[in-house]
């Protein structure tokens, strides 16, 4: 450092005698060059250590977790927070039942009457034990498949939407393939909705999350999967953007529930397997799943310290390693709720007045330049985010060079975009915000030069 400030007072000195300032005067000018390098030179080795910080907390997590893919969430912004392996494609298992949770609610009343098919009543365990004919309330069943995770419910459930839109005869009088038929109606439903929602890597199979296999329209094969980003994206639409969301956290928060066949010829009482609604202070929502394919699976929410997360994990161990999938949730929550922080950014934007060309002065003269000068919306700002150490939001102008008379206020001439920057000079689009012009030039036209004439050589 103190090299520097030899070097910009030997400057100065220099320039001294070439301009004939005065000693004094030169030595003070070197200094406080000298000393406001200094400063930016902090700041910037600052700023790349809380970077490096970051990094290492980052590649710490990474290094702890046990899921071959997981996702922590912001769910106000739906911006990815932290990933590992977020966008492999793999099995989900029963996490697969929020998505058939969320549509039954939004598709069906939870007063409708529901009665089981064979191919329902058929389902492996885990299953609440219907049997075939035997009818129960829409609500009950959602209890069954989110508390429980009953298979011979989702499918129960999925028949009866998804058969709606098929003619086919009473669930108690179908054959198995009509039934199977009412399901994939269903689960096309269900991959269409993740589609709206922004998941583009999700393929429902089953409304159950058992393994499953089919081939698409091109004949290639896919499997029932969706990738831990996309996962926690619709636990987010569940909890906080449905038009069903208050409905979907009053079942799932559920601590049990008690009901019975609509005729009371059986009774059936539910507990809530979701663990981590009591280990983790702000856990809002949940559902766990397991196949021999998938392994352990979760998919959550929490809410604590203003900030809304969202979490996913796939793939995070087999038997016996149940457990693992707690450890990671609270790492990746604790992680969310520690590095990260709300933030409000209004970054300047640089908006030059635009060239008008064949322009009429406002003085008259048809021989000076004229130019408009422009402005943004400001409807994004300011932006309010949630960053760890390191991330900031930049603007990026784009507006034309040249206008071309006549030009009218408020005319689109470029956009100003948003982007989050992050310590490794990554760039995330946040929004955009369209430019106009502030007034309006009308055209250098034959009249206005005449006038021009009129004024300067026949009105004496």
Not at 88 to 116: H, Q
Not at 277 to 294: C, E, N, P, R, W
Not at 425 to 449: I, S
Request: hydrophobic residues 40%; aromatic residues 8%; glycine residues 8%.
């Amino acid at each position: 450092m103190g090299g520097k400030i030899r070097i910009a007072i030997v400057t100065m000195i220099t320039v001294t005698a070439m301009t004939g300032l005065l000693p004094e005067a030169a030595l003070l000018q070197a200094e406080g060059a000298a000393e406001e390098e200094s400063i930016h030179s902090l700041h910037e080795e600052a700023e790349q250590e809380q970077t490096d910080e970051a990094q290492r907390k980052e590649k710490e997590l990474t290094g702890r977790l046990y899921a071959k893919a997981a996702v922590l969430l912001d769910m106000d912004s739906g911006r990815v927070l932290y990933e590992k392996n977020g966008k492999e494609a793999l099995p989900m298992a029963s996490t697969t039942k929020i998505m058939t949770c969320i549509l039954a609610l939004e598709t069906a009343d939870r007063e409708d009457v529901v009665t089981a098919s064979a191919y329902a009543a058929g389902q492996p365990k885990v299953h609440l034990g219907m049997q075939k004919g035997m009818s129960y309330k829409m609500d009950d069943l959602l209890h069954s498949l989110m508390l429980e995770s009953h298979n011979d419910s989702a499918v129960a459930i999925a028949e009866y939407i998804g058969g709606r839109e098929l003619d086919l005869p009473a669930a108690d009088a179908r054959t198995k393939e009509e039934s199977m038929e009412a399901v994939r109606v269903f689960c096309s439903r269900m991959t269409k909705k993740a589609e709206e929602i922004g998941c583009e890597h999700t393929h429902f199979l089953t409304p159950n999350g058992l393994d499953a296999e089919a081939a698409d329209a091109d004949g290639e094969k896919i499997i029932h999967s969706t990738t831990a980003e996309d996962l926690a994206r619709i636990m987010r639409y569940c909890v906080m953007q449905s038009p069903q969301r208050e409905a979907f956290l009053e079942i799932t928060q559920s601590p049990f529930h008690s009901f019975g066949d609509t005729e009371g010829k059986a009774g059936y009482s539910c507990s809530n397997h979701n663990a981590f609604l009591h280990m983790m202070d702000g856990a809002l929502s949940g559902k766990t799943g397991f196949t021999s394919q998938a392994g352990y699976c979760y998919v959550g929410a929490l809410e604590r310290d203003g900030k809304r997360l969202a979490l996913a994990l796939l793939a995070c161990g087999w038997p016996n390693h149940k457990t693992w999938k707690w450890a990671d949730s609270k790492n990746l929550f604790a992680y969310g709720l520690e590095n990260y922080t709300y933030r409000e950014f209004s970054p300047e934007a640089v908006l030059q007045p635009i060239p008008v060309a064949d322009g009429a002065a406002k003085d008259g003269s048809p021989f000076h330049g004229v130019s408009v000068a422009v402005c943004r919306e400001r409807k994004e700002l300011p932006i309010r985010l949630l960053v760890k150490q390191g991330e900031d939001v930049v603007a990026e102008t784009e507006i034309k060079e040249t206008l071309h008379a006549p030009v009218e206020k408020g005319m689109q001439v470029g956009s100003v975009t948003y982007y989050l920057v992050g310590g490794d000079g990554g760039r995330e689009y946040l929004a955009q915000e369209a430019v106009y012009t502030a007034g309006a030039v009308p055209k250098r036209d034959f009249l206005f030069v005449l006038r021009f004439i009129c004024g300067q050589f026949l009105i004496r």
